[in-house]
């Protein structure tokens, strides 16, 4: 299987899963972010276990490495401006791919919001470092932490 097929297929999947599991309703986001539901939080521990105990095997198995940071300003900065944002436009990137596979068109209104948040910062660093690089001789398919 090609990698572009793999990456479609991940995809479709993920989309799915998605939108069976109610994370494209504005209003099951919405009932988490008031922490009247804890349905949504309990679905990303689960997301967050599975991947955690999925890394520490390719860990184990050498088909990944990272190094790990301390965090720095920029990522409370970062996170913070994450969470406004999913907490006006109730999505966050993945459930917004899927509300356009849906249909749902005020969502391309909330993927504008996003493209235009990141052309604003890449515009904004265009002289510094990228955030980013991967290492010379690692693999792209390495998964930072």
Same mark, same amino acid.
């Given at each position: 299987m090609s990698r572009r097929a793999a990456g479609l297929a991940v995809g479709l999947v993920f989309g799915v899963i998605l939108s069976w599991s109610g994370m494209t309703s504005p209003d099951v986001i919405r009932s988490a972010l008031l922490f009247e539901d804890s349905y949504l939080f309990l679905f990303f521990a689960s997301a967050v276990a599975t991947a955690a105990i999925g890394l520490q095997l390719l860990r184990r198995e050498r088909r990944v490495s990272w190094t790990r940071q301390r965090p720095e300003r920029r990522h409370v900065v970062g996170s913070l *401006?994450? $969470? *406004? $944002?999913? $907490?006006?436009?109730d999505a966050c990137p993945g459930p917004i791919a899927t509300q356009i596979g849906q249909g749902i068109g005020w969502a391309l209104f909330t993927l504008a919001g996003v493209v235009i948040g990141v052309h604003l910062f890449l515009r904004g660093h265009e002289e510094t470092e990228p955030?980013?690089?991967i290492p010379q001789g690692a693999s792209a398919s390495a998964i930072p932490s």
């Open positions: *401006v994450f $969470g *406004v $944002g999913w $907490g006006i436009s955030a980013y690089e």
